[in-house]
Structures are given as C-alpha cells and as structure tokens.
C-alpha cells in the first residue's frame, strides 16, 4: 500500500500518488486556447508523456475554439494577417505559373525553380 499524500493533475483533474505525480511541469493546452495562459502547471508523470508527444501536432483551429483570440492578442492577430497574406500571395503565383505554362512560357517557370 502507498503512503502519502495524494495530488491532483492540473490537466486531467485526477489524483495520482506521490509515485504517479512527481509535480511535472508543462503548458496546458487548453488553458493557452482559452485563457491565454502560458505558464507551466504541474501535471502527472502519464499526462507530461502525453503533452510532450502532441506538443508539436497542430490539433486545435483556433479559428474554430475561440476566435475572439485574435481581437485580444496583437501578436497573433499580426501572425494570423501574415498567414494570409502568403496563402495569397502564393496562389497567385501558382495560377500565373500555371497560365504562362499553359500559354507555353515555360521558361519563367524554369527560372523560377532555379532560383
């Protein structure tokens, strides 16, 4: 039988024993979604292995969790323009690639590539 003080994981809410929950560290995901809120919370041995192995899958549209996200915060509202902006700026060059290379100008799109 364990001893000790149980503790409770700032992720999943659970309690775990000393042995399960050794007062990790990491960002909560959903609290950056809808708080904000950057700082490490201490979390269980079990859910620090889950957040580090979906730390760098883009799980969440924040369009879609929380717009209200981009009014708030300057930094990434600017990203968010940005984004856009090349998506752009992108398919643009694409469709007059495409056009020239049907038009049988090929030799834009090669000097292209190259560079």
């Known amino acids: 039988m364990i001893y000790g003080e149980f503790k409770v994981c700032t992720f999943?809410?659970?309690?775990?024993?000393?042995?399960?929950?050794?007062?990790?560290?990491?960002?909560?995901?959903g609290?950056?979604?809808?708080?904000?809120?950057?700082?490490?919370?201490?979390?269980?041995?079990?859910?620090?292995?889950?957040?580090?192995?979906?730390?760098?899958?883009p799980l969440f549209n924040i369009d879609e969790t929380n717009p209200t996200l981009y009014n708030v915060i300057k930094?990434?509202?600017?990203?968010?323009?940005?984004?856009?902006?090349?998506?752009?700026?992108?398919r643009i060059l694409f469709l007059k690639l495409f056009r020239e290379d049907k038009l049988g100008y090929s030799s834009s799109v090669m000097l292209l590539i190259d560079h």
């Open 31 to 57: 609290r950056v979604i809808h708080n904000w809120d950057l700082r490490k919370h201490q979390v269980s041995k079990q859910c620090k292995l889950f957040l580090l192995h979906i730390e760098e899958e």
């Open 12 to 29: 999943d809410a659970c309690y775990y024993c000393f042995e399960c929950h050794e007062n990790e560290e990491h960002v909560i995901p």
């Open 75 to 90: 930094e990434l509202h600017e990203v968010k323009v940005s984004g856009e902006f090349l998506l752009t700026v992108t």
